[in-house]
């Protein structure tokens, strides 16, 4: 079964600075999606950045990008030049490519609650 | 872009009594919606798929008695927890998966709904 570990419950960072938020998977499909996404105080998920596991390139979105080690089964999120707004809950998210057991369902990570100090 | 709703956003029920929760895609139609529990601070669980016109797949564990899902249309699946008790007291997020995607498809999520059972 897929598993996604994301070993920081809390991290924070000073505005304008760089953090890095960690997360590690476990799959032995080759081919598969990962996620980033956000949810403020309001609970609403938003997709921060996503990964095709078949694409070396690692995904880039403005401020927000990954480091994707496949072969380790890495996927940290990178947000640089931090914004107040930047606060909130990230999840990293796994969902398989194909197959019968694709279902589009997302396995999620505990969870790394973000604090931007301003 | 593609929006999700949920009615009601919040809710307070007795205990004993049942609560219909409500996801429609607004402007696109989907062939699958997931439904999420959430406690506080904690990551999503889910808790299962629905697909339009067939009976909904449940994760090992969540009662499909008690956690009734009806994916009616295209545009709406409905969520009800019968015969809630305090336990039942969580945020329930609805996913909806489009018919139409592009290269990967993307899941929207609703804003959730907050059910306090008395």
């Known amino acids: 079964a897929q598993t996604v570990t994301q070993s920081q419950p809390e991290m924070s960072v000073q505005e304008a600075e760089t953090v890095t938020l960690s997360c590690t998977y476990d799959?032995?499909?080759?081919?598969?999606?990962l996620f980033w996404y956000k949810q403020p105080p309001s609970r609403q998920m938003i997709l921060v950045i996503r990964?095709?596991?078949?694409?070396?390139q690692n995904a880039t979105e403005n401020r927000f990008s990954v480091n994707f080690q496949k072969a380790a089964k890495s996927f940290s999120l990178k947000i640089s030049d931090s914004q107040l707004g930047d606060a909130a809950m990230y999840f990293c998210?796994?969902?398989?490519?194909?197959?019968?057991?694709?279902?589009?369902?997302?396995?999620f990570g505990q969870g790394t609650t973000l604090q931007v100090k301003p | 872009g593609a929006v999700v709703s949920q009615h009601p956003s919040w809710v307070i029920c007795k205990s004993g009594t049942s609560v219909k929760i409500e996801c429609r895609s607004l402007?696109?139609?989907?062939?699958?919606m997931f439904w999420y529990r959430q406690f506080p601070k904690q990551s999503l669980m889910l808790m299962a798929t629905?697909?339009?016109?067939?009976?909904?797949?449940?994760e090992q564990g969540v009662e499909k008695d008690k956690f009734l899902i009806n994916h009616a249309s295209l545009t709406l699946s409905t969520l009800t927890v019968t015969s809630a008790h305090p336990e039942d007291s969580s945020f329930y997020i609805c996913?909806?998966?489009?018919?139409?995607?592009?290269?990967?498809?993307?899941?929207?999520f609703g804003p959730g709904t907050r059910l306090t059972v008395l």
């Open positions: 990964q095709e596991a078949y694409k070396q």
């Open positions: 996913s909806a998966r489009p018919i139409r995607t592009g290269p990967v498809d993307t899941q929207y």
């Open positions: 998210a796994y969902r398989p490519f194909r197959g019968s057991s694709n279902t589009g369902k997302l396995i």
């Open positions: 799959t032995s499909e080759s081919d598969y999606y």
């Open positions: 402007d696109f139609q989907a062939t699958t």
């Open positions: 629905s697909n339009e016109g067939s009976k909904a797949t449940y």
